[in-house]
């Protein structure tokens, strides 16, 4: 089954940085792109970050442009979040996505908070 596992998160005082890690199993990694959510206490889940299947196409959410970078390892089915000059709003629960067949699968998220 298809089994996405977060790690990475903790407590980071505002312009630190913070390296989140998704481990992915039970699909072909490579062949899907991937995505990193994130939901705020009392806020909708919220996209923030896509990557392609090969790892050459990025998007990301407007906020966190220039902040926030995307990356994967087809070879070890691992997708990462680089996050730098953390803001306290950054604080939420981040989340690693994969869609399949239509089905949207979740990993457990982990919890990232900014705060002095």
């Known amino acids: 089954q298809v089994q996405l596992v977060e790690s990475g998160g903790g407590l980071v005082q505002p312009g630190g940085s913070l390296r989140l890690s998704c481990a992915a199993s039970?699909?072909?990694?490579?062949?899907?792109?991937m995505s990193w959510y994130r939901q705020a206490p009392g806020k909708e889940r919220e996209l923030v970050a896509r990557?392609?299947?090969?790892?050459?196409?990025?998007t990301y959410a407007d906020s966190m442009k220039g902040r926030f970078t995307i990356s994967r390892d087809n070879a070890k089915n691992m997708v990462y979040l680089q996050m730098n000059s953390l803001k306290p709003e950054d604080t939420a629960v981040y989340y690693c996505?994969?869609?399949?067949?239509?089905?949207?699968?979740w990993g457990q998220g982990t919890q990232v908070t900014v705060s002095s």
């Open positions: 990557i392609s299947s090969g790892g050459s196409s990025t």
């Open positions: 996505n994969a869609v399949l067949s239509y089905n949207n699968h």
């Open positions: 039970g699909f072909t990694f490579s062949m899907y792109f």
